[in-house]
């Protein structure tokens, strides 16, 4: 069973920077996408950004122009530099890949808590 691992979160100020990284225990082929979720206490688990094999992007609104969303194809890995911080981005961070095989992976999740 292929798991995904997440690390790079923490605690960090506001204004500060974090960057996540995400890779799988073994290949995973066909990838078609990789994304990011995020899930703050009492809220829904929302889609943060996501990257698809053909190069597109997309991101949610609140985090355009802070967030990047990145991977190395090469590795399986995907990455997110996460700039500006706001408190407001205080979440458990999921890492997603899809595959075009319809296989859906999940981590475990990185915590990222943004405050003074």
């Known amino acids: 069973q292929v798991q995904l691992v997440e690390s790079g979160g923490g605690l960090v100020q506001p204004g500060g920077s974090l960057r996540l990284s995400c890779e799988p225990s073994e290949s995973i082929f066909a990838i078609y996408t990789m994304a990011w979720y995020r899930q703050a206490p009492g809220k829904q688990r929302e889609l943060v950004a996501a990257s698809t094999s053909g190069g597109n992007t997309n991101y949610a609104d609140s985090v355009k122009g802070r967030f990047t969303i990145s991977r190395d194809n090469a590795k399986n890995t995907v990455y997110l530099q996460m700039n500006s911080l706001k408190p407001e981005d205080t979440a458990v961070y999921y890492c997603?890949?899809?595959?075009?095989?319809?296989?859906?992976?999940w981590g475990l999740g990185t915590q990222v808590t943004v405050s003074s």
């Open positions: 997603n890949v899809y595959s075009f095989n319809n296989d859906d992976y």
